[in-house]
């Protein structure tokens, strides 16, 4: 849940209902309330297994922060997570759904965990194409994840300031692609960017509003796709079944993992 404190506390939840725009990042809006580039922030939230957090904010977008969900999942550590009487519900997929457009593509299979397979072709002699392949499980998101930040090329930079968005720095939140090579390097992983894109999709996956037990194929899709997904499931009630599952296989991190400074 978003509260705009520059607005009375106006809430905006973080839910596919209240998805406004995607392009470049994804927006919600709840009458005319704009809350601006959610999917890093959620993504943290999924990646550290909280499904119940308010989030205040003082403008209409999320900070950028490093371009990635690391400095988030850091603040979340330090804050601690405090652990709920009632058992999580998850979203367990029972049929699969598949969305193509054009040569992208997304889909979703059952499976009793939840894991993510991306893959890019992004003409750039870094880049080329890219699989990334995670399970969402015993820290990984924290290892493999969290720290993959956004790229982008100087052209998108004026075009997301052209939009009123990014006012900050811009070598500071993100990898800045130029013709050959990377305006700001070292990368921290060779293959960072599709990284990146698996970080992307958990966060806006995160609008189904419960944490997912399914099998995500991703092809050159991006936030519109995402979220296309995210409604044409919530919308097809056969596709998935409600569950609470006890067995810590299930959770994204297991309890010992990372949760320090919880509180009772
Ligand atoms: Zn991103």
Redesign the pocket.
């Known amino acids: 849940m978003f509260h705009r404190v520059d607005l009375d506390g106006f809430a905006v939840e973080a839910i596919s209902r209240n998805v406004a725009r995607v392009s470049y990042?994804t927006s919600l809006m709840k009458r005319g309330v704009l809350i601006s580039t959610t999917?890093?922030l959620l993504s943290a939230f999924i990646g550290t297994g909280i499904d119940n957090a308010i989030v205040e904010l003082d403008n209409l977008e999320l900070p950028i922060l490093d371009g990635s969900a690391r400095p988030f999942v850091e603040l979340i550590q330090q804050a601690g997570i405090r652990k709920q009487r009632r058992p999580r519900t998850y979203l367990r997929i029972r049929h699969a759904l598949e969305l193509h457009e054009g040569d992208k593509f997304i889909a979703v299979y059952p499976a009793e965990t939840y894991s993510v397979s991306y893959t890019i072709n992004f003409p750039h002699p870094l880049i080329g194409k890219e699989t990334f392949s995670v399970e969402l499980a015993n820290g990984n998101y924290f290892r493999e994840i969290a720290s993959a930040r956004?790229f982008g090329s100087r052209q998108d930079e004026q075009t997301l300031r052209n939009m009123g968005l990014i006012r900050g720095a811009s070598r500071e939140n993100c990898v800045v692609l130029t013709r050959d090579s990377v305006e700001n390097p070292p990368l921290r992983f060779a293959d960072e960017f599709v990284r990146?894109k698996v970080?992307?999709l958990i966060g806006d996956l995160a609008l189904l509003g419960k944490q997912i037990l399914g099998n995500v194929v991703a092809d050159r899709a991006g936030h519109a796709m995402h979220t296309a997904l995210v409604s044409r499931l919530l919308r097809d009630q056969t596709l998935w079944e409600e569950t609470t599952v006890e067995d810590q296989r299930h959770a994204v991190l297991t309890s010992d993992q990372a949760l320090v400074g919880q509180t009772a």
Do not use: F, G
């Open positions: 990042a999917e890093h956004t990146h970080l992307d």
